[in-house]
């Protein structure tokens, strides 16, 4: 297990920070706690931010389950369930569910730390490009 990826600008700008990367499991985590940068008018987290938290947990596990290659997502589904409030904390997790020499396939959820609701869920596409 790696206990604490490194530090990434764009997941700071989304409040979060990584958890973990268990490389038997395959499993990716880390936190979000969102300010009021994220919020929309109604007081919930824009949905383009939720799905910007799905992609960053997805690449966390692209980069290590995945050999430490350079990717881009190809494409993404993203499922929203219920709306995320203002410094509610929140953790994506995500795994590697296929990838062969081009590409990589990602499942991710986004879910309340408080009570484990999930809030958002995300199926991705990762292309290699090397």
Known sequence: MINKPPPIKARELLGGEAISF?????VGKVRYVPDEGLINPAGTVLGGYLSAMLDDVAGLTTWFAGGK?????AQMS???IRGAKLGESLVGE?????????QAFVEATLSR???GR????AT???TFLD
């Open 78 to 80: 993203t499922s929203f």
């Open 69 to 73: 290659r350079i990717f881009t997502t």
């Open 124 to 126: 991705l596409v990762q």
């Open 113 to 115: 730390e408080s009570d």
């Open 22 to 26: 268990d490389e038997e499991s395959g």
């Open 118 to 121: 999930v809030i958002a869920k």
């Open 94 to 102: 995500s795994t590697l569910t296929g990838h062969g020499k081009r």
